[in-house]
């Protein structure tokens, strides 16, 4: 692994049902994130982590939920997915406050139907 | 409300310049960043800015006015994998990063 890893890369879901999104890094950043990006709209934060044990909410967090159990680990549940959860995900994670910024995942593409 | 606007679309030819404007209007302010976002792929970071000013990085450049809240992105001698969304991000008072929506560059030959 070399920087952040997420699976799955792409998903269709049936409105309900549970599902989590995984995210690993090795990069033994302290600070981790999850964004939504849908089109015509900027990155908006669901939920973020900066430190392992701590986590806050972002700008969307509402039927999401997050844990962050260690410093490589921070997965995202929908309890119960709906379509407008329909959207590509991506996780980061950064370095407390450096100027280079965050680095991206590769993505999850989720379809709830 | 936190805000960052930047232009939708933009066409530029082959070995041009173009450059691609970004405003913002946020709760503090701790940098400005541009990343690059090819399609269906991650941002990848570009540059940073926290002081006023110019800051090049070969065929990219990055500028920043703290006062009037306002940056740009330069490319020079554009190539066609430059195709992609730009996207500039402002970072607040909570270093939390606000994000504009993208600007989809299109490189025609």
């Known amino acids: 692994i070399a920087g952040i890893t997420q699976a799955p890369t792409s998903q269709i879901l049936a409105a309900g049902r549970r599902m989590t999104l995984r995210c690993t890094q090795d990069?033994?950043?302290?600070?981790m994130y999850w964004y939504r990006q849908d089109l015509g709209l900027g990155l908006r934060l669901i939920h973020y982590s900066n430190t392992a044990g701590t986590t806050g909410k972002g700008e969307v967090p509402d039927g999401y939920s997050v844990s962050r159990a260690n410093t490589d680990d921070f997965p995202l549940t929908l309890a119960s997915a709906v379509p407008s959860q329909t959207s590509v995900y991506f996780c980061?994670?950064?370095?407390?406050?450096?100027?280079?910024?965050?680095?991206f995942g590769s993505g999850t593409r989720l379809t709830v139907v | 409300g936190q805000n960052i606007d930047q232009p939708t679309e933009m066409t530029a030819t082959e070995g041009a310049i173009v450059q691609i404007n970004c405003t913002y209007q946020?709760?503090?302010?701790?940098?400005l960043f541009w990343y690059q976002q090819h399609a269906g792929e991650a941002p990848t970071f570009l540059s940073y800015n926290v002081l006023d000013g110019l800051e090049e990085k070969g065929r990219f450049s990055s500028f920043l006015s703290r006062s009037k809240g306002y940056s740009y992105l330069l490319l020079k001698e554009l190539q066609m994998k430059d195709s992609a969304s730009y996207l500039c991000?402002?970072?607040?008072?909570?270093?939390?990063?606000?994000w504009g929506a993208g600007t989809k560059l299109i490189i025609k030959p």
């Open positions: 990069m033994r950043h302290n600070a």
């Open positions: 991000a402002c970072r607040d008072s909570n270093y939390q990063l606000i």
């Open positions: 946020t709760s503090g302010f701790n940098g």
């Open positions: 980061a994670s950064s370095e407390g406050h450096e100027p280079g910024g965050y680095t």
